[in-house]
């Protein structure tokens, strides 16, 4: 089975993703962090975001997600970035990164070849549009900028980084508009998705109201 959660920034999608594949066995893959390690690349390589320089770059770029007892790690060539890519300069870039065509070529082919394993949860923007149309189930989780910008504050404090909560607002206004209104693969709410509002919801809330739609199917 194939569940896609999409939804926007800080919507909770990964932490009730996370939750639900531990509580019922399924292989959770966070896409988000695939796009995430390749702007790290591009970061790190100081690369001109143009099609030539990035062809070039995923040629020469693996990005893996390896399951370990701790959760699910993030490899950039072999290396463990997993915390690295949730730094505000991976942030601040990874929607222009997203955005290019032959980076999503690249990460959705990878992404059709992870959901071969048997029951996943997959996470990310365009899964029940674009990666797997055909997917058993498909959530799109929405709330308020304001709950997300406080949610990610809460998570980014736990890291020891600060930010104000209206340059959160901004953030997040900021990435929702990139990641709605480009070309390709834009954020939409497929046809057939279930749509749940988590802004007055508790996490297990919504694990719990996840956890029954998939037994109901
Ligand atoms: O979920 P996240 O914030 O870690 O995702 C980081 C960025 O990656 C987000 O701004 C949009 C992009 N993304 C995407 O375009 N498609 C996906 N399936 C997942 C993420």
Redesign the pocket.
């Known amino acids: 089975m194939i569940v896609a959660i999409d939804g926007p920034?800080g919507s909770g999608?990964?932490t009730t993703a996370r939750r639900i594949a531990e509580e019922i066995g399924f292989v959770y893959i966070?896409?988000?962090?695939m796009?995430?390690a390749v702007t790290l690349a591009v970061l790190r390589n100081a690369t001109p975001i143009t099609d030539n320089t990035l062809a070039d770059l995923i040629a020469r770029t693996t990005v893996e997600l390896q399951r370990t007892a701790s959760g699910q790690r993030t490899l950039l060539n072999g290396e463990d970035v997993s915390e690295r890519i949730r730094m505000p300069d991976v942030t601040a870039h990874?929607?222009a990164v997203?955005a290019n065509g032959i980076v999503r070529n690249a990460m959705v082919r990878q992404q059709r070849a992870l959901g071969d394993v048997g029951n996943v949860l997959m996470d990310?923007?365009?899964?029940g549009t674009a990666?797997f149309p055909h997917a058993d189930l498909k959530i799109f989780l929405v709330a308020s900028v304001e709950t997300r910008a406080a949610r990610r504050l809460r998570e980014l404090a736990v890291q020891g980084i600060e930010s104000s909560f209206e340059e959160m607002c901004a953030d997040i206004a900021r990435?929702d508009a990139l990641?709605s209104e480009r070309a390709i693969?834009p954020l939409r709410k497929a046809d057939d998705a279930i749509e749940i509002d988590t802004s007055a919801l508790t996490i297990e809330e919504q694990v719990a109201e996840i956890i029954r739609l998939i037994r109901t199917k």
């Open positions: 920034a999608k990964s966070d896409t988000g962090a796009y995430r990874v929607s997203s990310g923007r365009d899964i990666v990435r990641d693969s």
